[in-house]
């Protein structure tokens, strides 16, 4: 392995000081152009990558990080993307960093004021942050960019805010990518559905939203009839009796596209009355959507390596803390299309 020259050693074969080699590296501060030119070839040429554990571990501060997501039962999509973000705290366990979580309600609109109210309370240094509703969202943004705390997103982004990051996939693309798979895979004359899930407060969620215009504009032109339906997560009990009416109403529906990671809740009803000419797609490899894939009730599922997300979050936001150094624009995930015949391939993505 070859050696990783340290700032001392960039200095004096660039012949400036250490302080000026900080400079350059992180991008603060003023330096000569002669000066940066120097550094900069002995760089390259020592083929440098500073390292956060390095550049960090003689600090004095500990940063106070507040982690804001959708509250999650363990195996579902969120608690994957805490894993994320815990799996990097280890990591950078040498840097001095004290983390706690404010977690929501992800179906009522407001648990999520609570839990952003109770952050702004408390001013951490930053927060990472799952944006489910986009007004709340974009409220809360204002005033962490008003009290000068840097915010980084997970899962989704929204327009208008000024986040140092942001990890997540193309939303509407992902939306547009199901509708193209689960069409290909219906007989001539049929219908499809999109069934979401009902919210407290009467709001929807950003990546919902995002993800029905892709699926829409893919639809749009072809002729394909699309109807819309619901399911809650509060009255599980009348799911059941609603999804049965619905198929009742709309005997051609032979695929049905659920816009979030519950994928399992519609196919585990069908299952269980018989009904195996519907096929169903969603999103996120849970521990429920993986045993519906695996018994065939579920057709696909579109993934978005939430454990890369969350560690990716953390890692921007010491970063950004240790060098103000921020994204110019949201890391895009992978979209991944997982199938029965694919699945046993997909393990954690860390």
Known sequence: MAKQWTIKEISRAAGVSPGTVDRVLHNRGSVSEDKKIRVEEILSKVGYKYNLHTSA??????????????SCAKGEYWQFIRNGIEHALVEYSDIKIS?????????????????QDDILENLPDAVILGPTFEDETR?????????NIPYVFVDSTIEG?????????????????????????????????????????????????????????????????????????????ENKSELLRFISRNPRV??????????????????????????????????????CLKNGSIAFLL?????????????????????????????AM???????ENLDFYKDFI
């Open 254 to 291: 032979r695929g049905i596209a659920v816009m979030n990671s519950r994928g399992h809740i519609i196919a585990d009803i069908l299952s269980e009355n018989g009904i195996s000419d519907i096929k169903v797609a969603a999103f996120d490899l849970t521990d429920n959507n993986r045993r």
């Open 57 to 70: 571990i003689s600090l004095k501060k500990e940063f106070r990080i507040v982690v804001c997501i959708p």
């Open 139 to 147: 409220d809360f943004c204002r005033q962490l960019d008003e009290k």
């Open 99 to 115: 983390c706690s979580f404010s977690t929501y309600n992800q179906f009522d609109v407001y648990s999520c004021r609570n839990a």
């Open 303 to 331: 993934c978005q390596r939430p454990e890369m997300q969350g560690f990716s979050a953390v890692k921007a936001a010491i970063s950004y803390l240790l060098y103000k150094n921020a994204g110019d624009s949201p890391t």
């Open 334 to 340: 992978p979209i991944d299309i997982v199938m029965k």
């Open 161 to 237: 805010t000024r986040a140092v990051g942001a990890f997540t996939t193309d939303q509407p693309a992902g939306g547009l990518l199901m509708a193209k798979l689960l069409s290909g895979m219906l007989p001539e004359g049929s219908e499809v559905a999109i069934f979401r899930a009902k919210r407290i407060g009467n709001q929807e969620s950003h990546n919902s939203e995002e993800r029905q215009k892709g699926f829409y504009s893919h639809l749009r032109d072809s002729g394909l009839n699309i109807k819309e339906g619901h399911f809650s997560m509060f009255n599980v009990g």
